[in-house]
């Protein structure tokens, strides 16, 4: 798969993630004795890094605005601040881990494996991330 620059590596980890986090969820929905420990645990933890690239893309974010008219949504979603393979790469991943997370627990609901509803926060970490560093705002008056 060939990733636009710069920032390759943030679709490589964003697509690993769901690829790794979608294989543990559906083993686990498929046999939960034998795999939903290992799905809770990628899970939590792809919601634990969603969590940091956050945060740290708002301090990113933070820093840009003294120059740069940054919106929630220009920083989360791209809207207007990425170009299109962009955001095909980084919400097409976040899509992926909302699908597969809402999936697998509706398969097994009332079960561990509703922690996969929150992998999704992972992707937008990463999209926010992307865009806090490369992305293109308009200048602040």
């Known amino acids: 798969m060939t990733f636009p620059d710069p920032g ?42 969603g969590i940091v690239t956050m945060l740290g893309a708002f301090f990113i974010a933070v820093n840009r605005s003294r120059v740069d008219a940054i919106g929630v949504g220009g920083l989360y979603f791209g809207a207007g601040s990425t170009p299109r393979a962009v955001r095909w790469h980084l919400l097409g991943a976040t899509t992926v881990q909302l699908v597969a997370g809402i999936g697998t627990a509706s ?30 705002f308009e200048p602040t008056d």
């Not at 964003?14 to 645990?41: D, I, Q």
């Open 107 to 136: 398969i097994r609901p009332f079960t561990p494996l509703a922690s996969g509803t929150l992998v999704w926060i992972f992707g937008i970490g990463m999209m926010g991330l992307w865009t806090a560093c490369y992305g293109e």
């Open 8 to 49: 390759t590596r943030f679709f490589e980890f964003s697509w690993a993630g769901t690829v790794f986090f979608a294989v543990t969820a559906s083993a686990a929905a498929a046999s939960p004795s034998t795999f939903e420990l290992a799905a809770v645990a990628v899970s939590l933890t792809l919601f634990f890094i």
